[in-house]
């Protein structure tokens, strides 16, 4: 196992995921006396494991189809709009 990598991607999606919406719905699950909170754990984090598998396949599929040098353009470019738009959009 390449322990670098999985560092950098544990710490990576760790630091996305806090305070997010999924993470805010999971803790008004969990808030609520009723659900147990093992269930609470078990299906928000089979939903976490879904989803990522679900984008390491789209991955693996886009990057044989377009090369690694155009998608971290593309991922690049990405970050920059989106991070423009959250400068610029009007409240």
Do not use: C, N
């Not at 976490?48 to 693996?60: D, I, N, P």
């Amino acid at each position: 196992m390449d322990y670098k990598l999985f560092a950098t991607v544990f710490a990576t999606v760790f630091i996305a995921e806090l305070g997010d919406k999924t993470q805010l719905a999971t803790m008004l699950y969990a808030a609520d006396g009723a659900h147990p909170k093992w269930t609470v754990f078990a299906a928000a984090a089979t939903a976490l494991v879904v989803t990522t598998a679900l984008g390491v396949l789209a991955g693996s599929l886009v990057s044989e189809l377009v090369p690694p040098r155009v998608l971290k353009w593309i991922a690049g470019a990405g970050f920059i709009a989106v991070g423009l738009w959250v400068l610029v959009a009007p409240e």
